[in-house]
C-alpha cells in the first residue's frame, strides 16, 4: 500500500467516536468548559489552587512540552540509525529517549524534504502528542485551523511564513486518538558544526507541527 493509499484509508477509517470525546465546542459537553468547572470546584473545596494548576500546565508547556520533540528531532538528524528506527517505529525510537505515555501510546513520524512537506493537523477537535510536543497551542485547536489546514494547506502555511515552492507536495495528516503525528523538519543549512544540544535549540513546536521550517522563527511554549 503506498502512502497515499495509507492517508486515503486513514482519513476514513479514523473513528473518533472511539474512546475520545468530540463534542461540540460552545456547548455544555466542550472539554474546555468542563475542565473550567471542574477547576473551579477543586478551587471551591480547596483541594488545589488556581497556582498550583498554572504549574501543570507550565510544567506540561515548558518542561515535558516541545522540548522533549525538538531533542527526538536533533537527534534524528545527528543519528541516521536513529532517523531510521523514528521513521520505522517512532513510539520505540521516540521512548529510546524516555518519552511516551498518555497522549502519545502510538505515534507516527513524518520527514519533511524539498519534495514532501507534511502537516498535521486534527479535524475533529485537538489531538496533538503530548509527550513530545506538550500542551497544543490554541490556534491548532481552532475550528478555523481544523478544517483550513486540510482545505487550503498552502495558504495555512503562508500565514505562518512558511512559502513553499509548488514542486513541493503538501501532506496533511489527520491526527486522532490512535495516531498522533511529529513531524521531523528538515535541518536548516548552515548548521553542519552544531552539536545536538544546539540543534535541538533550533527546533520550535511549530515545525514538529509542520506550519513552519525549523530555525524559522519558532514558538516554544508560547500559545500564539
Ligand atoms: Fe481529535
Redesign the pocket.
Known amino acids: 500500500m503506498s502512502q497515499d493509499d495509507h492517508r486515503h484509508d486513514h482519513d476514513h477509517d479514523h473513528d ?1 467516536h472511539h474512546g ?1 470525546g ?1 463534542e461540540h465546542p460552545q456547548s455544555a459537553d466542550d472539554p474546555a468548559i468542563r475542565v473550567e468547572a471542574i477547576e473551579s470546584l477543586l478551587v471551591e473545596a480547596g483541594l488545589v489552587t488556581p497556582d498550583k494548576i498554572d504549574a501543570l500546565v507550565d510544567r506540561y508547556q515548558h518542561d515535558i512540552g516541545p522540548m522533549n520533540g525538538a531533542r527526538v528531532v536533533a537527534k534524528a538528524w545527528t543519528d541516521p540509525a536513529y532517523r531510521e528506527r523514528l521513521l520505522d517505529d517512532a513510539t520505540a525510537a521516540i521512548a529510546e529517549l524516555g518519552y511516551g505515555g498518555a497522549q502519545g501510546e502510538k505515534m507516527v513520524a513524518v520527514e519533511n524534504s524539498d519534495e514532501v512537506h507534511n502537516l498535521v493537523v ?1 479535524t ?4 496533538y502528542p503530548w509527550p513530545v510536543l506538550g500542551l497544543p497551542p490554541s490556534w491548532y485547536k481552532s475550528h478555523e485551523y481544523r478544517s483550513r489546514a486540510v482545505r487550503e494547506p498552502r495558504a495555512v502555511l503562508a500565514e505562518f511564513g512558511t512559502e513553499l515552492s509548488t514542486d513541493t507536495e503538501v501532506k496533511v495528516w489527520d ?3 490512535e495516531i498522533r503525528y511529529l513531524v521531523l523538519p528538515q535541518r536548516p543549512e548552515g548548521t553542519d558544526g552544531l552539536s545536538e544540544d544546539e540543534l535541538a535549540a533550533l527546533v520550535g513546536r511549530d515545525s514538529m507541527i509542520g506550519v513552519r521550517m525549523a530555525g524559522a522563527g519558532t514558538a516554544d511554549g508560547v500559545d500564539s
Not at 124 to 127: H, K, T, V
Open positions: 473518533h475520545h468530540h486534527c475533529l477537535c485537538s489531538c491526527s486522532s486518538a
